[in-house]
């Protein structure tokens, strides 16, 4: 994926400790502390959520957030803020470009095609843990979007541990879980994030709420599809294997991959995020379509 010569945002703070910084290797590698937690570590609260029958919305980041903001919020201490503006450092210059590619995407797809202004999110980069207006943020719930705030919270770690444990690296899959979460942010904007977590607040049983999680989430993908198909239109981002890398992470985190290894058998009643094989439909409809309109995920079926 092409990303190094475009321009990085300044809707980045940047709330990480110096371990984090100019981390050396190839890629993404390198430094860091070994008791940092990422994507391995929500995978396994994952598994242990559906092995112990703990709904895994209490455990694992966007969904949370979800459940936070439908009980309606909580009083909680601001963190202090982080230094605001594009890093320095490779890992996080290549963060500010992809939510610049968003912002330069989103402001011109938004208004043309659903008729609203695009506003930015600001990005939360941290490690290990950090506050946000919908609770604490920790790095074994991976990156998440928080309503209350407008900002996108991401340890950076995630992307590693993608890489390591799972075979989900790239950068297109590391852009594709960036544009996920504006995804979310887009979401918001068009007022579909609150109509439907009220829904959700107002199910009739567990069963109910997760099919309206994974709506939500399913348009999340297809957003950043949508996101991925402008921006490779009007840049050229995309380069052979790009589509592939960020298909093999939507499959790696489908709620039925989780369910099945931990339990031997899936439980779709229980989905909160969708199968692996919907979220890679939906992020295939997003790419190809580059249309809000193709992500209706609340009236279709898929």
Known sequence: MKWEDFRQSENIEDRRGSDYADAGGGGFGGGGSSGHLGLGAMVVLG?????LGIDPRVLIGGAEMVSHMSSGGQQYQSAPQGKVGAPQD??????????AQNEDVWKVVLPQQANVRFTPATVVMFNGATRSACGKARSAMGPFYCPEDRKIYLDTSFFREMKQKFGGGGDFAYAYVISHEMG???????GILSKWQNAQQNADDPRQANAISVRIELQADCFAGVWAANANQKWQILEPGDIEKAIATAQAIGDDKLQESSRGYVVPDSFTHGSAAQRVQWLQRGLQSGRIDACNTFGRQG
């Open 90 to 99: 490779r890992i996080g210059q290549f963060v500010a470009a992809i939510v």
């Open 184 to 190: 979310h942010h887009v979401q918001n904007l068009l």
């Open 47 to 51: 598994i242990i959520g559906y092995a």
